[in-house]
């Protein structure tokens, strides 16, 4: 079957760095994608990783090792507003995108 | 410009009714996605569109649920013969280029709750 696995919560203080990591096995795979959501709001696109490798933008990064099938999300300077939920998502070779069941990120002062 | 608008922003409906959920994108955006949310959920992919075409549709729960897009901009989600199960938040997104490469916008959802 397919399935991605992301851990459930993760907490932090402001100024940490959270990785949050993302495991997965499904038939095929074009790319990785991470997207935020906050309480009550809609999920905002963050990063899409095809090959192999770092990506930043801003205070986070996202990292692929396809050899793996594993990647993370890298969060920097941590602030409130990073409290939300974050979700890693595969893009198999169906076209199809199969979504993580996404982690709780709670940041404290 | 407008981000993408969905509408209804929420829907009740009674058990064995159809409904009809719309999306506008943003003007330009020549990709478009369908996303189904549950409470306390994930995101679920349903389907998406590049142009008018959707390349694989079998994101869809199952043959109740269908959708269209016409002339490259407003698509509409239909679910026949509404179920409890079907209670979600629907949500659209669209992208300037296709293959869940560019950047989505998000729409804010609509709340569909079948009684």
């Known amino acids: 079957g397919q399935s991605l696995e992301q851990p459930s919560e993760v907490t932090a203080v402001e100024g940490a760095i959270v990785q949050i990591n993302c495991t997965y096995q499904t038939s095929g795979f074009y790319g990785l994608s991470w997207y935020q959501q906050h309480d009550g709001g809609a999920p905002t696109f963050l990063s899409y990783n095809a090959l192999d490798g770092l990506e930043e933008t801003g205070r986070f990064s996202s990292f692929l090792s396809r050899s793996d099938s594993y990647g993370y999300l890298l969060l920097q300077e941590l602030q409130m507003k990073d409290s939300a939920s974050y979700f890693c998502a595969v893009l198999d070779n169906t076209d199809k995108l199969i979504f993580g069941t996404g982690t709780r990120l709670q940041v404290f002062p | 410009g407008a981000g993408v608008s969905q509408s209804p922003s929420n829907k009740v409906t009674e058990k064995g009714k159809d409904v009809e959920l719309r999306c506008d994108p943003i003007s330009g955006h020549t990709a478009l996605y369908w996303y189904r949310q549950s409470l306390g959920q994930g995101l679920e992919f349903l389907i998406y569109?590049?142009?008018?075409?959707?390349?694989?549709k079998s994101g869809l729960p199952s043959d109740r649920f269908s959708a269209e897009r016409t002339g490259g901009s407003v698509s509409t989600l239909t679910i026949q013969r509404t179920q409890q199960e079907d209670s979600a938040v629907y949500l659209c997104?669209?992208?300037?280029?296709?293959?869940?490469?560019?950047?989505?916008?998000f729409g804010p959802g609509t709340r569909l709750t079948v009684l």
């Open positions: 569109f590049q142009g008018n075409s959707a390349p694989d």
């Open positions: 997104a669209s992208s300037l280029g296709g293959g869940f490469t560019d950047t989505q916008y």
